[in-house]
């Protein structure tokens, strides 16, 4: 098909030109001859440039594939298949994993590996890994693969920047990257435009170069992909915020009980030296202390949690007082 639509454009192409020139010839006048060179000049550059545009053949070949071919994929079926895995609860699996696993699910990669950006936002850490695959601890924005991300969201085919290095506008070389080799496929994993997230998959046996539908799903999910882990996220920042709201408040309840005992405690060494041959004095200090122990036990045994349940008993307060 791509070649049968090339000798129709070519065709129509010369049909044109053709009609050009005999326009111009006719319509030109005395400088007719002159501007119908001009033409045929300026017409043999646009066939030359179109005949050899990489990019115009790329685009002619994603058009055809798209109205003469079917899907490569069922795009209902891939989706509902992602957003149940993702939605399986993470206490079983980090979600981390889930998302690896989903993104290569799709393609059958054999082996991936997803690098997530760090909170202080300057370097990606590896936080999943599928398979047997050996992939630095640690990508920074100075990694070929990452500044070429940052500036494009595309989908990086190892196989395709090997043998067409111009098409990635030659920044990347996987005869000596750590990251995309031969047989990877980068995904971006972005959200709001901004890349959050970077997997690598590796190429299952027998896979061709990837074609538009690949790219439009992989980006597509990695999108997908960026909207879950960022929730995963937010949900471990909110705990742990909650947790520091529950300390904070207990560190509180503690201060309270220890400026009781302290207030205890001072008002009996204020008096001690004025009270400190007063029998009945000595009596009640002792209490004091006695009763402040008991304060700080039961303090105690709430830090380490091991306070056992209080007997809870009735009192006429009136009478007490």
């Not at 980090?94 to 202080?120: F, H, N, Q, R, Y």
């Not at 947790?243 to 009781?260: P, S």
Request: net charge negative; glycine share 6%.
């Amino acid at each position: 098909v791509f070649y049968s639509s090339s000798l129709v454009g070519v065709g129509s192409y010369l049909l044109v030109v053709a009609f050009g020139g005999a326009l111009i010839e006719e319509q030109g006048g005395d400088w007719g001859g002159a501007l119908k060179g001009l033409f045929f000049v300026a017409s043999l550059l646009v066939l030359t440039l179109v005949l050899f545009s990489a990019a115009i053949r790329r685009r002619l070949k994603v058009f055809i594939a798209t109205h003469f071919y079917a899907n490569r994929y069922d795009y209902r079926d891939e989706w509902l298949k992602l957003i149940t895995r993702l939605s399986q609860d993470s206490a079983r699996a980090p979600m981390a994993d889930l998302c690896l696993d989903g993104l290569a699910d799709i393609i059958e990669s054999p082996a991936a590996v997803l690098w997530l950006k760090s909170s202080e936002g300057e370097v990606f850490d590896r936080v999943a890994i599928v398979g047997n695959d050996s992939a630095p601890e640690m990508l920074t924005e100075s990694d070929p693969v990452v500044a070429f991300l940052l500036e494009r969201d595309w989908v990086i085919d190892g196989r395709e920047a090997l043998r067409d290095p111009e098409h990635y506008g030659g920044a990347l070389d996987p005869s000596s990257d750590s990251v995309l080799t031969h047989d990877r496929i980068i995904v971006p994993i972005t959200l709001d435009g901004e890349l959050i997230g970077i997997a690598a998959l590796v190429r299952p046996a027998g896979m061709p170069l990837l074609i538009f539908e690949d790219h439009d799903l992989l980006r597509t999910v990695g999108q997908q992909l960026g909207v879950f882990l960022q929730r995963d996220r937010t949900r471990d920042e909110l705990a742990e915020a909650r947790q520091f709201e529950v300390f904070n408040r207990f560190t509180a309840f503690i201060m309270h009980d220890l400026k009781n005992l302290i207030a205890q405690q001072s008002l009996v060494v204020k008096n001690a030296e004025k009270h400190k041959t007063n029998p009945e004095f000595v009596d009640d200090a002792i209490k004091t202390v006695a009763n402040s122990v008991r304060r700080m036990e039961k303090l105690l045994a709430a830090l380490t949690r091991q306070q056992q349940p209080e007997t809870v008993t009735t009192i006429a307060l009136c009478s007490l007082l």
